[in-house]
């Protein structure tokens, strides 16, 4: 019994914490502008791995914020909606993107934290944007016939969700690892409020 009490009350402190992240504060704001900042200038840096089929968005390792503290899913979506803008251009997915494609961001940015592993929580927007955007384009830019949009969509659930691990499973997982593990102050200076003490 004490156990299960002890159990229950770490989770109410958790979500206690969690939904204290998002009191915004002028140090949040600008915190956020300059994530949105940087997620667009490393997009557009990268252009020719970030859009298409076939992406691997570098500026995606910055999610791995989001696990430490949800607050910058704000930051990160508006960079995503910003950057997304070029689908349109590019002539991938249009308008679309902009909405769902940073809705996959949000989502994920909002569940990451509550994984308590930061591996495990790298995986949450390789899911959420392979799931997202393999069915933007499968059903945008895919065939016609119902089997072989299944196979569509499968084969590009897989080469998205391949794009997404290489970018925040595993460089960001090494940078992040790296700089938790190894960098004096580096909590503080991204403001960590929660899973500071993940083992992996």
């Known amino acids: 019994m004490k156990e299960s009490k002890t159990s229950t009350s770490e989770k109410e402190g958790f979500f ?4 204290k992240c998002f009191h915004m504060s002028t140090k949040d704001i600008a915190s956020n502008a300059i994530i949105a900042a940087l997620y667009v200038a490393l997009t557009y840096a ?41 689908s349109i ?24 934290p509550m994984a308590r592993s930061l591996f495990l929580s790298s995986l949450l927007p390789c899911l959420t944007n392979g799931l997202v955007l393999s ?13 072989s949009k299944g196979v569509y969509f499968g084969v590009q659930f897989g080469w998205i969700f391949l794009g997404e691990f290489i970018a925040i499973s595993v460089l960001g997982y090494v940078l992040f690892l790296f700089l938790t593990r190894k960098v004096t102050g580096f909590y503080q200076v991204m403001n960590a409020k929660l899973n500071t003490d993940y083992r992996f």
Do not use: H, W
């Open 89 to 112: 251009t590019s002539g991938f997915l249009g308008p679309l993107d902009i909405v769902f494609g940073s809705l996959a961001t949000l989502s994920a940015c909002l569940l990451m």
């Open 46 to 86: 990268f252009y020719f791995i970030s859009y298409g089929p076939f992406q691997c968005r570098i500026s995606e390792f910055l999610m791995l914020l989001c696990f430490f503290n949800p607050n910058y899913a704000i930051g990160l979506t508006v960079g995503c909606a910003l950057s997304n803008i070029y």
């Open 135 to 147: 069915l933007e384009f499968t059903f945008i830019l895919g065939p016609t016939d119902g089997l």
């Open 16 to 19: 206690k914490t969690y939904l």
